[in-house]
């Protein structure tokens, strides 16, 4: 399996752990707490980061199915 | 919209709930059309009831497998759950479910579909046995499969009596009285959960794979899009402003602290929850459809939208249930105890702050979430009793048993009547449950079942990356997942929480020995099923070359 798609994986479980924003109460925009925005911003770079794993690591073997 | 509900309110023809109702109704009604629309379609041979001929491209894909992972759980589990324990919850199962889903339609998804393709599989135990040279795996699968896929049911059934009750208060007063305003006339959950379970069941019936794959592409349009009409609505009403963004802000103000940060979450226990997701590797009706799927590219789009979905649903629903926190906005003694009445957040908000008409549609979409994972379930029932347990024991049986098939009875194919009877009995027993559980978390019992799920998640990668497991090691961690979790169940009294020395029922967590961090029961059980798994593999014999040589091209 390639390598690429385990770091990229490796690397949004880390973004996921956001332990520096835990207590943190700011509304950003006044709106959404940033606990919670934070993470929206993560769905939306997982989204984009499977997009490019599926373009640069899809195993070869795939493509001829 | 309004003046209709309005001058139905005057003249009391309609009452709101019954609105509300006439429109659930009119919605089962296009899903049966559109289960018979598919039978047209049927092909009649198994593989097309329980496959759908392997003809179901990237979008249809995308759909069926975000319609089948997003349950009630997604919608009325998330509210009811932010509601309790604030914004945890999207971090904790939203964006987490985007990165390792995606990952499990990745590396384990196409795999199954490619030898699943190539060696003619149907289901789990298909592959099991036949990549373990091992024909006794179903005796060992099955029963697990089975045992966990009800608590999954159970959530849906749930889930859907509490929906249609609290949506169609008003409609039936004399006939359905309850103690809470709220609930006062509505169909109560026994006959709301029975009328959704028969809609669910006829499609499926008929329409086999291909129905439930078009009922749940539409079902899944019919939530996302209504999802955000509610959240639109509900928002615009709880905040009062101009516009959408001043109306959120306003929302947000009243929110006690404890919702709009973590403060009160173990981020142990945050750390853990990575593990629940796992579950989609092993879902057996999952499994199910990535077989459907044409070819290896329609898993693409699947895996780079299904995080997005994700988001759109969880993102409304969740800050819904967090902005219903503020006091004043649920009853007052739903904040005494909010864990009684979580799963009633969503459907509160909707009967409240919307028109019977919109209300009506909003109970569609809610119910089609709900319906989009059963479908799923009940056809993967019957798939695994035909494939599993009547071809391989009870036809064998037959053929050989004096008093099998004979001259005046020649045929012996697999009754379709028989597949049908299993669900019939398994959709019973949830349903009598789901009655009797009608007070329990939605959200607390599905983790339970994603908990056993995601403790087979060693088994099934190993089963596709390591030529070193054996079938003994299978069956051995099949049996330690189920004894593990089958251990923490009823130390958990049934998923139902634990009483404390003050009187007080708290969810059921472990501690990690000698220190302060909560952790799933998910932790040991998938550890003491992957340690079980590699040494009794290590002891027993390995399949033959040439089923390893099958699924493994380089040696």
Request: aromatic share 12%.
């Amino acid at each position: 399996m390639n390598k690429g798609l385990w770091l990229a994986v490796a690397g949004l479980l880390i973004l996921h752990h956001d332990f520096w924003l835990w207590d943190n109460d700011y509304l950003v925009a006044g709106v959404l707490p940033i606990g919670l925005a934070y993470h929206v911003g993560l769905s939306l770079v997982i989204t984009l980061t499977w997009a490019v794993l599926t373009l640069k690591c899809w195993p070869a073997d795939l493509t001829q199915e | 919209m309004e003046l209709l509900a309005q001058t139905a309110t005057e003249t009391t023809v309609f009452s709101a709930g019954m609105i509300r109702l006439l429109i659930i109704v009119g919605y089962f009604g296009l899903l049966l059309v559109l289960g018979g629309v598919a039978t047209t379609f049927l092909k009649q041979n198994n593989r097309d009831y329980m496959l759908a001929s392997h003809s179901i491209g990237p979008f249809l894909l995308l759909m069926s497998l975000f319609g089948t992972t997003m349950t009630a759980f997604a919608l009325v589990g998330s509210s009811g759950e932010a509601f309790v324990d604030g914004i945890g919850i999207y971090g904790k199962l939203a964006s987490i479910s985007g990165i390792v889903h995606s990952l499990c339609f990745f590396v384990i998804g196409t795999r199954i579909w490619k030898f699943g393709k190539r060696f003619g599989h149907t289901t789990q135990v298909d592959f099991f046995r036949d990549r373990l040279d091992s024909p006794r795996m179903g005796l060992f699968l099955f029963p697990v499969l089975i045992l966990l896929l009800i608590p999954y049911i159970l959530g849906g059934v749930i889930a859907s009596g509490t929906v249609v009750q609290s949506l169609t208060a008003g409609a039936f007063p004399n006939w359905f009285p309850h103690d809470q305003p709220a609930l006062d006339g509505g169909v109560p959950p026994y006959l709301g959960s029975l009328v959704v379970c028969l809609v669910v069941l006829a499609y499926v019936f008929f329409g086999g794979m291909r129905g439930t794959a078009w009922a749940n592409c539409f079902q899944t349009l019919v939530f996302m899009i209504l999802g955000v009409v509610t959240f639109y609505l509900i928002a615009m009403k709880l905040g009062g402003g101009d516009d959408l963004g001043s109306s959120m802000a306003n929302a947000i103000q009243q929110v006690p602290r404890s919702h709009t940060t973590r403060q009160e979450m173990s981020r142990s226990l945050f750390l853990t929850y990575m593990l629940i997701p796992l579950s989609v590797a092993t879902f057996p009706h999952l499994f199910q459809h990535w077989l459907t799927a044409k070819n290896a590219a329609s898993f693409k789009l699947p895996i780079i939208l299904h995080p997005f979905f994700i988001m759109l649903v969880w993102l409304p629903c969740v800050l819904i249930g967090v902005w219903a926190a503020a006091p004043g906005v649920l009853p007052e003694a739903w904040y005494q105890s909010p864990i009684t009445h979580q799963n009633k957040v969503l459907s509160y908000l909707v009967t409240k702050h919307t028109s019977p008409i919109v209300g009506g549609m909003l109970a569609a979409g809610i119910l089609a979430a709900v319906m989009s994972s059963l479908d799923s379930q009940f056809l993967c029932l019957g798939t695994m009793f035909t494939q599993d347990i009547y071809r391989r024991f009870i036809r064998r049986f037959r053929t050989t048993h004096p008093s099998g098939p004979t001259a005046d009875h020649p045929d012996d194919e697999p009754s379709v009547w028989v597949a049908r009877s299993f669900i019939l009995a398994i959709v019973a027993i949830s349903y009598v449950l789901g009655i009797w559980l009608n007070g329990s978390s939605v959200f607390k019992l599905s983790i339970w079942c994603f908990s056993g799920f995601a403790g087979l998640f060693p088994l099934i990668l190993a089963a596709l990356y390591w030529r070193g497991l054996s079938a003994g090691g299978a069956q051995a961690a099949i049996v330690t997942m189920a004894a593990t979790w089958g251990f923490f169940f009823f130390q958990s009294g049934f998923g139902q929480g634990v009483v404390d020395s003050d009187g007080i029922r708290r969810p059921y967590q472990l501690l990690v020995p000698g220190t302060e961090w909560e952790i799933l029961p998910v932790v040991p059980i998938i550890a003491t099923t992957t340690v079980v798994m590699v040494l009794v593999s290590s002891l027993t014999p390995k399949p033959s070359t040439n089923t390893l040589a099958k699924y493994f091209e380089h040696p």
